[in-house]
């Protein structure tokens, strides 16, 4: 089992920024997929962006590409989501994901299925217009 703690979040004016953080804790595969979802209210749950814990891969939907960067924090199994040049549309509660399963390169870290993740609490992202 794999436990996620996120931090970070909260309000902003649109065009600020805001960073979120997310440690994970447990039985964790050497190499996995690690990211962000997000879920506005009366909409479905969507990818935000992954990393590929066994090297530099990432990535993004198009609709955060450019404006958002996740990397590694400096302590093991931490990372990060700098969002930037946010949207009022990027109001959501955001969700600290890891993989259920290993991955074997880069290519694996793409956006899947509710299942195939260990989650997070969420926190609140709210941007105002």
């Known amino acids: 089992q794999v436990q996620l703690a996120e931090s970070g979040g909260g309000s902003v004016q649109a065009g600020g920024s805001l960073s979120l953080s997310c440690a994970a804790s447990g039985r964790i595969y050497a190499t996995y997929c690690m990211g962000w979802f997000r879920q506005a209210p009366g909409k479905e749950r969507e990818g935000v962006a992954l990393i590929y814990t066994g090297g530099s891969s990432t990535y993004y939907a198009d609709s955060v590409q450019g404006r958002y960067t996740i990397s590694r924090g400096n302590a093991k199994n931490t990372f990060n989501l700098q969002m930037n040049s946010l949207k009022p549309e990027d109001t959501a509660m955001y969700f600290c994901?890891?993989?259920?399963?290993?991955?074997?390169?880069?290519?694996?870290?793409?956006?899947?299925?509710?299942?195939?993740?260990?989650w997070g609490q969420g926190t609140q992202v709210t941007v105002s217009s």
């Open positions: 994901a890891a993989s259920r399963s290993r991955a074997y390169g880069g290519s694996w870290c793409v956006f899947r299925n509710y299942d195939d993740y260990y």
